[in-house]
């Protein structure tokens, strides 16, 4: 049981989960003491929708993916994904060392047939539509046109399960809109995306439109999704300061201040970041849900929720059948 | 005189620019017809610190920058260009086709002895301190080692010169702080910038740390630069949606909203992009200011300002001196 805060904040959110999903059963792995312990604190330690399995290995946040695959053969992390491998649980939410839970996945679960790596996918809030999916987000820093093809098809079926999207319009991230802009290898993803019948190709999109919510799924490579993704955290901070710091000022801005107090609440509530915890790492033969390791609750009930989302509509499998039918094109 | 307003945005900015700098003369570049009717307009056709050069050809914005580069040599770009090389001028401001601008250039002004290609760098604002310069933004898809050292070099120079900071810490973007993190790529770039005595190299960083002012450059490939800045673009229009719709909720919500408007006001002077407008081409032998497309009067006038401070400091002149310096290493 990973992330910064560890039971502390898990417990409480499987509780709320619990509740909100009668169905829904929970398998704890980690330090079995501190687990029942924070279970006695919330009161349902003998609830019959959870068991707690004990880890005797620590995956932290600084272990090299590696060394934690061969040497931590006990972690809870390792554990839940044997869990889910061994169908004894549908899917595994984590919110420990994102490099750990991608070699650890690959390796007891599996890649689908074709893929070489998982991709990280999440959903980014927009100004049209709720949201759009944007991979990769850092598991795969450079990427040919096959991988980019790959994405393509897994964020195709994960928006069409998940938001009962029946064509659902595929972007790929470019300098650009241009068909000659960007590299070749790009030109190349594009060609091979648009000959997909399965995929709604929308051609090249520049940054600016990720947020515009014209499309629902952006491809790009890990190394520019993450830094996207990383500098909208950074940038969103450095605006909320600023924003803070102008109704700061003085007595009467801090009146208003005041006053507006509901208005900002309303406005940090529709763009709050926590509602969309829960990345996937899409490619894998199981689902796994990697969580912000700086979780709070509310955010760690979102993960689970996605899990459960995700287990419903049995996304791996889906997945699998358009990698498939478009085994010919990735193998040209 | 191109963009996408032409003299209607850039006469009044000229004006501006001619009251404030009373040692700066002006010369305009473009359909003299067009041009001198908004000089009468604007009450200074008479002024001696103007002159008017007629253009014949037009580079539009959708132009292919080869074709530009080879069929327009009467363009306004081009002539304005061939002043900077004939040291009729000392650096060139323009609102037109980045990559036409980026290519003839090239041609015209020719690389500084190392650079092959020019980068546009770009001041951001940040959390503590002002601002901080990233580069490349979009004139180079892909860069290895050497390219990314060069960024570096030029950068460090730049920031030297424009903050009068003698010591300003470079950092290269990257997935993760980690040495190991990224692409070997990446490595090989962060050894080579270390290994020079000029700058003070400060390692990697991810995206986040963008924003927060710790760091006075940031080093990444034109794709990755590109689409960050377009993306912070785009979310800082999303926000500014959002805000304004919490506020117009109800009679309420409005109310306070005409209260908090100086707020507001001063909130969004201090993230004003328009401040920021002026990318330069780093690596000519001359000065090239690239405006916004859709600068207004303000932004067209800070384009001028940045191609005046940097003609007082002789940025190229400095940039090769330090490259030669790094000759050395960047053979290696």
Known sequence: M???????????????????????????????ATINSYLKLHRFNKHDRIRVFASSDDVTMDDNPIIALKNKKNSSMRLALEAVRDGQAHACVSAGNTGALMAISRFVLKMLPGIDRP?????????????????????????????????????????????????????????????????????????????????DYAGFVEGNQIFSGEYQVIVTDGFTGNNVLKASEGLTRYLSHKIKAAFERNWWTRFTGLLAKPVIRTFKHEVNPEKYNGACLVGLRGIVIKSHGAANVFATFCAIEEAIVQSKQKLPHKIREKLEQAAATLDH
Chains 1, 2 share one sequence.
């Open 119 to 199: 991709a990280i996918i999440s959903a980014i809030p927009t100004l049209i539509n709720e949201h759009v999916f944007l991979l990769d987000l850092g598991a795969n820093v450079s990427c040919d046109e096959r991988r980019l093809t790959q994405f393509a098809i897994m964020g195709n079926e994960l928006v069409k399960c998940l938001d009962d999207n029946p064509s659902p319009k595929v972007a790929l991230l470019n300098v650009g809109e241009e068909e000659n802009k960007g590299s070749e290898k790009l030109q190349r993803a594009a060609e091979m995306i648009n000959s997909l019948e399965s995929i």
């Open 2 to 32: 990973g992330g910064d805060f560890g039971p502390s904040v898990t417990i409480p959110a499987v509780k709320k989960a619990l509740k909100a999903y009668p169905n829904v059963a929970f398998q704890l792995f980690g330090d079995e």
